[in-house]
C-alpha cells in the first residue's frame, strides 16, 4: 500500500500541482496528515491553512471522468485542538482575542471541559485539480476542496468530477468531531491517518457527490449561500429526474417530499450547503 506522508503537502488546488505518488484504479493509499493549522495554534496564518497531503495521479482519470474515492479508515490521535477569535466564525465580531483549547480524544468521545463530546472523525478537506485557475485548500468549488461535511467519513464514497488528466487527489483537515456550520471556525483539528481506495467511473457529474449505503449527498460550495441553496436543489432534482427518467415537475415534488437540504458550513469563503437523496426513491422503501 502506497503511503502520501504529511509533508509532501499542497496549500492550493491548480492544474499545475506536481503529484507526489502514482496509483492505478483499485488501489489503496494511505495519506498522512496535518491539522489544519499545521501544528501552529498562537497565530493563523491564513495563507496555510488545511495543508492537502498530495497530490496522487490516477491513471486512466480522465477529463469528464469522476473519481471514486472510498474512506476505509481514519486513524485519530490521543488529542486535538480548537480555536477561535475576534473575527472568526459566525459570530467573531463578538468575540475578543484568540483562544485555544486542547481536547482529549478518547476511543469514543471527544472531552471538552469534562464533557464527552460523541467522537465523529471526518475529513475536511478532499479534492482534485480544478478545470481552470487555483483555489486554496481554505475553500471548495466544484472541484471539492475544503468541504467540511461531517458525512465524509468511514465507509462512504466521495465522487468527485475529473478536471485534468490523472485527477490529482489530495486531502486533509481531518476533524475528531464537527457540527454542521462549524460555526466557531474550527472543529476538533487533528492529524491523521486516512486510508482510501481509488476508482475511476466513467459516469459525468457537474459537484462533488457523497455516497453512504442509504443515500447520496450532492455537495455544493458558492460564496452566497442563497445561491448555493438554489444550486443544490435544482442538482438534486436533476440528480431524480436523470435517475429515474420522469420529467422535471415530478422530480421536483419528489424532492420536497423526500430530499432533506443542510449547511455543511458557514464560515470559509465558499459556503457549502447538501443536499441528501434518500436511495429508497430508487430501489423502493
Known amino acids: 500500500m502506497k503511503i502520501v506522508p504529511a509533508q509532501r503537502c ?42 492537502a497531503a498530495g497530490p496522487v495521479f490516477v491513471n486512466g482519470a480522465k477529463p469528464g471522468d469522476t473519481l471514486k ?63 481552470e485557475g487555483e483555489y486554496p485548500t481554505g475553500t471548495a468549488h466544484r472541484h471539492g476542496g475544503n468541504m467540511d461535511t461531517k458525512e465524509i467519513t468511514e465507509n462512504v464514497t466521495v465522487h468527485l468530477p475529473v478536471f485534468q488528466e490523472g485527477a490529482l487527489l489530495a486531502l486533509g483537515d481531518v476533524h475528531a468531531t464537527m457540527g454542521d456550520g462549524e460555526v466557531c471556525v474550527s472543529a476538533c483539528e487533528v492529524p491523521a491517518k486516512v486510508v482510501v481506495e481509488i476508482d475511476v467511473s466513467k459516469e459525468e457529474i457537474k459537484w462533488p457527490v457523497i455516497e453512504t449505503n442509504d443515500a447520496y449527498y450532492i455537495i455544493v460550495s458558492l460564496p452566497d449561500i442563497e445561491e448555493a441553496l ?16 420522469v420529467p422535471f415537475t415530478d422530480a421536483y415534488m419528489l424532492a420536497s417530499l423526500s430530499v432533506d437540504v443542510g449547511i455543511s458550513h458557514l464560515v470559509n469563503p465558499a459556503k457549502t450547503v447538501k443536499a441528501r437523496i434518500p436511495k429508497y426513491i430508487f430501489t423502493g422503501v
Open 10 to 51: 499542497v496549500y492550493s488546488f491548480s492544474a499545475s500541482m506536481v503529484p507526489v505518488e502514482e496509483v492505478y484504479p483499485g488501489e489503496q493509499v494511505v495519506f498522512e496528515t496535518l491539522d489544519a493549522l499545521g501544528g501552529n495554534y498562537d497565530k493563523i496564518d491564513f495563507s496555510k491553512v488545511n495543508p
Open 69 to 131: 474515492v472510498r474512506i476505509k479508515r481514519i486513524e485519530l490521535p490521543r488529542r486535538g485542538v480548537i480555536v477561535t477569535g475576534k473575527g472568526f466564525g459566525v459570530l467573531g465580531d463578538e468575540v475578543e482575542g484568540f483562544h485555544t483549547k486542547e481536547l482529549e480524544i478518547e476511543k469514543w468521545a471527544v472531552l471538552f471541559d469534562g464533557m464527552r463530546i460523541p467522537i465523529h472523525p471526518m475529513v475536511g478537506v478532499i479534492g482534485v485539480a480544478p478545470q
Open 230 to 245: 438554489k444550486e443544490v436543489t435544482r442538482e438534486a432534482v436533476w440528480f431524480i429526474q436523470r435517475r429515474k427518467t
